[in-house]
């Protein structure tokens, strides 16, 4: 890893680093890629428009982090902190990273920085949902740290069959 003007993290190919208001469409892009494969994300359409995008982007008390390749977005991590005084030692991640990207360290590395963003402002609790049929993610995110919380069984019909929203988390 080679950090470059101490922002940008510079991982084989792939530049990581925090989203500006400008990567807005290719967060949608990116976003929408993934959603079209159906498995691993709720919703099948990006609910922000890029204007909607950019001011997500710039509350601070939120993190999203981008992967680039060849100057087009790849992967989006993104950490909402709990908006409430009760919760606000709290975050939840998501990710999501285009498929011909996928399974070559990305993943772990966008998680890795987003625990060190996490520790920097005080968030002592960080949380994520993943389909149970997700089990390549689980396995990820069980090497860095995290552990089941609980699931709601049969929470999602997928392709007609019933799947666990699996409730992760791991204490900083």
Request: proline content about 1%.
């Amino acid at each position: 890893m080679i950090w470059r003007n101490r922002d940008d993290l510079v991982f084989g190919q792939y530049i990581i680093r925090k989203a500006e208001p400008r990567d807005a469409k290719g967060i949608i892009l990116c976003m929408q890629s993934v959603m079209d494969e159906r498995v691993f994300l709720v919703s099948e359409y990006y609910l922000l428009t890029e204007r909607g995008e950019q001011d997500r982007i710039r509350n601070p008390d939120d993190m999203t982090l981008v992967a680039e390749f060849k100057g087009d977005i790849v992967g989006v991590l993104t950490l909402q902190r709990g908006m409430y005084r009760k919760n606000r030692h709290t975050a939840n991640l998501g990710i999501a990273i285009v498929k011909e990207h996928r399974s070559r360290g990305l993943g772990t590395e966008l998680i890795k920085n987003a625990i060190k963003w996490c520790r920097d402002v005080g968030i002592k609790k960080l949380n994520l949902e993943v389909f149970s049929t997700n089990t390549n993610a689980i396995r990820l995110y069980q090497k860095l740290g995290f552990q089941e919380e609980g699931r709601r069984v049969n929470q999602f019909t997928i392709d007609g069959n019933y799947v666990d929203d699996v409730f992760m988390t791991q204490f900083l």
